[in-house]
């Protein structure tokens, strides 16, 4: 699995237990094969957006004007939440989480949702 379908599948996890929490690592264990749990950075990822959901949705909060983190979709929120924490591991340079996080958006998301991610992430 090369690191797009690895963000991409730490994006569902992330999505996953936002709809419906649960133990994170059921989510982890159910959706990437033991071979691909090698790869610790996706796991970070998926740890630290958990873990620091709040502290992101503060930062995604001043960047979103008249709107806010809860009223935007599961998804957008998974994205969303995975950059900031991308950004917080500070192992990836910010151009590519930000491209990482469009292509998600404009896979799994509205057709302008796209946009949304760029800017908010642009301006972290």
């Not at 935007?72 to 994205?79: D, F, K």
């Not at 990836?92 to 946009?115: G, H, Q």
Request: charged share 30%; hydrophobic share 35%.
């Amino acid at each position: 699995m090369n690191r797009h379908e690895a963000r991409e599948k730490a994006m569902i996890v992330v999505y996953q237990y936002l709809l419906f929490p649960r133990d994170i690592n059921e989510l982890i264990e159910n959706n990437f094969e033991n071979h691909d749990k090698q790869d610790s950075y996706v796991l970070d990822i998926i740890h630290s957006s958990i873990e620091n959901k709040d502290r992101y949705e503060g930062y995604i909060n001043q960047v979103l004007k008249d709107w806010s983190f809860s009223r935007l979709g599961y998804i957008e929120q998974s994205i969303l939440l995975n950059g900031c924490s991308e950004f917080d591991l500070k192992q990836t340079e910010a151009a590519v989480i930000i491209d990482e996080s469009i292509l998600m958006a404009k896979k799994y998301c509205d057709p302008e949702s796209y946009k949304l991610i760029n800017g908010v992430l642009d301006t972290l």
